[in-house]
Nanobody, 123 residues
């Protein structure tokens, strides 16, 4: 069981930036960020494979950047030009089982989840 610890959430005005971090307790092969707004289903935001391939949801492409430090088993989500609709609980997810292929934003492939960190963007 891989433990995930997220940090970096907070409140910011529209147009601002935040950086989320997620530290894993073991090696993972793909890590992703998901978010859930009040009253809505959880959705994939960004994902990255251990090899560095990335994928973004259309809604954040060009504004968010996912990166990683494999030596630290840590993934980051740099969020810029934030909008009120980016508000929600952000969850880190990881797959410690080998993954071959491009990163995906489907929850079903991830085995472990963090506790979530709140991001609030005010207009």
């Amino acid at each position: 069981q891989v433990q995930l610890v997220e940090s970096g959430g907070g409140s910011v005005q529209a147009g601002g930036s935040l950086r989320l971090s997620c530290a894993a307790s073991a090696v993972t092969y793909i890590m992703g960020w998901f978010r859930q707004a009040p009253g809505k289903e959880r959705e994939g935001v960004a994902a990255i494979t251990r090899g560095g391939s990335t994928r973004y949801a259309n809604s954040v492409n060009g504004r968010f950047t996912i990166s990683q430090d494999n030596a630290k088993n840590t993934v980051y989500l740099q969020m810029s030009s934030l909008k009120p609709e980016d508000t929600g609980m952000y969850y880190c997810a990881a797959r410690p089982i080998r993954w071959i292929g491009n990163p995906v934003l489907s929850e079903s492939i991830y085995n472990n989840w963090g506790q979530g960190t709140q991001v609030t963007v005010s207009s």
